[in-house]
Every structure is written in C-alpha cells, then in structure tokens.
C-alpha cells in the first residue's frame, strides 16, 4: 500500500489548493507579531507628565491657570533647588488649599530657599499632557510603578507558554483546524476586553488570555500548512516568518496612525475575527486524521486536494488505513522515552530558549539607544527579511543543520565583537550589532521548522509546542536578565548572549539532517532517521508504512 507522502505526492505536494491555504494562514503570522511587540508601543513613556501637588486642581481653577502654567508653578520651584528633578516622581510636601493665593503659592514656607523646600515622593495624582496615549499614563506605570510595564510583557510570554502546553495538548487530540478557530476568536475577544480595561488587574489577565490563544493561533497554523505540503516544499514554513516580519515592518506604521493606545489595542486585535472565516476554506490536517483512526474525513479531503491542483487520484485509493500503532493521548515522557527522541528534545529545547532570549534582548537593546522610534522600529523588523533570503536559498541546497549551527555561532560572534567595540565609531557597533540580529533571527526561523521535521505526526504539534515553550521562558527572562546586567556594565549582557549562542551552535550540530526526507509519522521513524546521522543530507529510501491509503 503506498504511504501518505506518495498519495499526497499524486494529488500535487504544492499546488493550487495549498497555495491558497498557505497564503491564508500566513496572515496569522503578521496579526501574531502585532501581539508579540506591540507593548513597544502600547507601552510608550509619555512625554510630559508631573505629580500634581494636593489641591492643585481647585487652584488652577480658581486661578485660571492652564495645565502648563500649573506645572510650571508645580516644578518650577523644583527645578530650582535640585536641578536633577523633574517633579515627575517627587513633590513638594505641602497642600495648596482656600487659604492659598495665586501670586503667592509658597508664602507658608516664609523664607526658605527652594533648596529646602520639603520634597516627598509622588504615589498617585499624575498629570500626563496625553492621559490615554499609553498603558504607562492610563495606569500610572511610571517611576516606582515602572516595573509594571515589565510585567506586562512577562504575564504575555506566560501567556505564551500556557498556551503552548493547553492548545498544544488539544490540537492534537481534537484537532489542528478546531483549536486554530477558538484561538482566532479567543485573541479578538480578550483583545477588545484588554482595550477597555478598567483597572490593570483586568488589563493584565485578559493579556495573559490573549497570549494563550495567541499561541494557540501561530503555532497551529504553522503546523498545518507543514503537514499538508509535501516533504521538498516543507520550506513554505519559513516563509511564514516573512509574513511575521512584514508585521513587526507594518505594526509602527498602525502606531504612528492611531494616537491611543486602545485604538492600536483594536487595531491589532480586530483582524482576528477575519481568520474565522477560515473554517469554509481550510480543511482539517488528513495526517493528523490518519493518526485519529478518521481515513473516511482523510481520503476525502485528500479528493478535494487533488481536485483542486487538476490532480486525479487513482480509483485503488479506496480506503485508509491507520497504523497498527495505538494512538494514545501524548505525554512528555513520549518525548524522552528512547535515546534519539530525548536528544532531540533536549537540545530543541535549549535552542529555542536561546533563540528566543537573544532575539528579544537585542531587539530590546536597539530600543534603549533612543531616536525615532517608529523609523528604528521599522529599520529593525526589515533587517530580518535577509534571514529569510538567506535561508531560502541555502536550506534546500546544503541542508538544515549547517545553517542552524552557522547562524548560531555568528550571532554569538557578532555580539562578542560588538561589545567591546569602542563607542566612538558607532557605525561599525551598529553594524556588528545588526550582523547578530540577523544570524538569531535565522536561528530563530529555522529552529521552528527543524522542530515540526524532528516529531512524529502523533507527536508533532505536542513536540512543537513544548519545546516552544521554552521559547516563552526566555521571553520572560531576556528583559531583567537585559537591564539588570546592563546596570552593572551595559555591554555585559551581550557576553551572556554570545556564550548561549556558540554553545548552540555547537549543541545543534548534533541533530541530524532533515532536508529532502519525509515528515516522521511514528517514534520509530524518529529513530531510524537519527540513526542515520553519518547520512545527513541524502534522501532515505526507507518510506513509512504506518499510515496509509
């Protein structure tokens, strides 16, 4: 009987039924980056604000002050006596009441200098000029509060990584196509609650429901267009990248449009109510129905494909048969239980925590540096289009792990290099520095295809999103691990990076060679392809027989 792939293969591996699903879903991965980067603008510091002095409101009224004569009487006498204060985070301790005059606002001090004016820190009653331009001025995230704003990226990557344990689980156990439509309803919904937030508490778990389904959207979507192309056109999964890309280049252009941060709030969630659509026009995965004993729901869609591509399925294909292999529910343990699948989780593992962790700290990095922040911001998101080039033309020509490990270990060189470049030729900084996002945005992309080609198919979205997991730890981690080492010395974080990523380098050359092969479909498949190791590169003849038609 012959094997999925040889079906899939006389349907069309890549032809025009696919085509369109793989446009479709690509959108995911822009609607995805707004969700991922949008706190570099929904967490703007706001440009001017101040600590309102106890009955500055009533006085300004009954001065007719307007809101910049009232902070410069405010800050003012601040500025003053300590030239280092902005009267942002501390106020003069004193209440302006009835008794106040206009022309005379520190008379109760009698002669005091304004050095010695009594100065207490600011707890609440800020004045922003902009009230509603970010979370920051919305919830008063500023000065001993500015951590808060940390936070909020944190709770989205715990988010993240709940998500990849929950939907992760059910896309494989009720299906890729069902779950990818919940999570597109899920992220437009918690997005509408987050932009209409009463306090920060709703704000924050609302955002942490919308980084579960977030999740749940990307990396099913990723899953299915891998699964329903055939093995020489897997490669359509990095161009899913690209379209992430294109948002992290599109997401300053929303921002510099909409002047609140809950219009970019609703502009970046909306969209997902569109992908709803979906469910007329993207079928469910027929691997993963094979694996679920459903070969009716399979073979027919398996039609419908080759009906699609002017393809025409030989009248022998009848039925479909499942592996005699128990379908169970997958577990960890299934991941770690023989000695090639353990190594391979093992150090997929490591390489997404490293991808991850170096990526956000650099991209945080060239955010701390200042300037245009909408032009820096777009500058940065199309330095990545040349990693996608670049592993375009060289995957399918030398393989996966070469590149893997090559982009790896120049990351790690290009920060090394770029941290004890001396600051007095910037360009050159910059430029090393770039070189380094762009071998880890690489890594990056290919960690996520090598990942799905690694796991058999009643493994894979289960494989996937553990392993991902990690990803979303170092997204926790990269800004205290950033600012932190920066207090100390601002390049040490860049040594830290240029270790983690060497080491990966190194570590994923171990990892065998998956280009040209068909996708595993069970943990046997897996060990074969490992023990294959010395034969990196060629095409197996060996072709799985567990789930046919």
Not at 523 to 548: I, M, P
Request: charged content about 15%; aromatic content about 12%; glycine content about 8%.
């Amino acid at each position: 009987m012959p094997s999925f792939d040889e079906v899939l293969k006389e349907a069309g591996e890549f032809g025009r039924f696919q085509k369109r699903v793989f446009f479709l879903l690509c959108q995911t991965g822009v609607t995805f980056s707004f969700l991922f980067a949008s706190v570099v603008f929904l967490g703007q510091a706001p440009d001017n604000y101040w600590c309102r002095i106890p009955g500055a409101a009533e006085l300004s009224e009954r001065c007719g002050w307007t809101l910049e004569e009232e902070r410069n009487f405010t800050v003012l006498p601040l500025r003053l006596g300590n030239g280092s204060s902005g009267g942002e985070c501390e106020r003069l301790d004193i209440a302006w009441d009835a008794s106040v005059s206009c022309a005379s606002l520190l008379v109760p001090y009698g002669n005091r200098s304004a050095g010695n004016l009594p100065l207490t820190p600011c707890h609440d009653n800020w004045v922003y000029e902009q009230p509603h331009s970010s979370i920051v001025s919305e919830y008063n995230l500023v000065c001993g509060n500015a951590w808060m704003l940390d936070l909020s990226q944190a709770i989205l990557n715990l988010g993240f990584l709940a998500g990849a344990f929950t939907l992760g689980y059910a896309a494989d156990r009720y299906g890729r196509i069902l779950i990818y439509l919940l999570s597109c309803l899920g992220v437009g919904i918690c997005g509408i609650i987050v932009a209409f937030a009463p306090n920060f508490t709703v704000f924050l778990i609302f955002r942490f429901l919308q980084g579960v389904f977030g999740k749940g959207t990307w990396m099913t979507c990723y899953v299915i267009v891998t699964e329903i192309v055939g093995s020489d056109q897997r490669i359509v999964g990095i161009v899913i990248q690209i379209f992430f890309t294109l948002g992290i280049m599109i997401l300053p252009g929303i921002a510099y449009l909409v002047p609140t941060w809950q219009g970019i709030q609703l502009a970046i969630s909306l969209p997902n109510f569109l992908f709803l659509l979906y469910y007329w026009v993207v079928p469910e995965s027929p691997r993963w129905l094979l694996t679920r004993k459903k070969g009716e729901k399979a073979l027919k869609i398996m039609h419908s494909i080759a009906k699609h591509n002017g393809k025409y399925l030989s009248p022998h294909y009848s039925e479909i048969t499942i592996s005699n292999e128990e379908v169970s529910n997958p577990s960890f343990l299934d991941l770690v239980r023989t000695p090639r699948m353990r190594r391979n989780t093992l150090i997929l593992m490591y390489a997404w925590f490293t991808s991850a962790l170096i990526y956000q700290g650099l991209v945080m990095r060239l955010g701390i540096v200042g300037g245009n922040l909408y032009l820096d911001f777009f500058i940065s998101g199309a330095v990545e289009l040349p990693a996608a080039l670049l592993i375009l033309v060289t995957i399918d020509r030398i393989g996966r792990r070469l590149p893997f490990a090559i982009s790896n270990i120049v990351a790690g060189i290009a920060c090394l290099i770029t941290a004890f470049l001396p600051e007095d030729i910037p360009w050159l900084k910059t430029t090393v520095a770039t070189l380094g996002r762009l071998g880890i945005t690489m890594a990056f992309e290919i960690v996520y295809l090598v990942n799905t080609e690694l796991y058999p198919t009643t493994l894979r979205n289960f494989g996937v999103s553990l392993c991902s997991s990690l990803c979303d730890l170092g997204g926790i981690i990269a800004p205290f691990l950033l600012f932190r080492l920066a207090a100390i010395w601002l390049e040490l974080p860049l040594i830290i990076f240029s270790i983690l990523a060497v080491i990966c380098g190194l570590l994923v050359l171990l990892l065998p060679e998956t280009k040209g092969i068909s996708l595993p479909e069970t943990v046997e498949d897996v060990e074969q392809l490992s023990s294959h190791f010395g034969k990196c590169g060629k095409k197996r003849n060996h072709q799985a027989t567990n789930s046919y038609i």
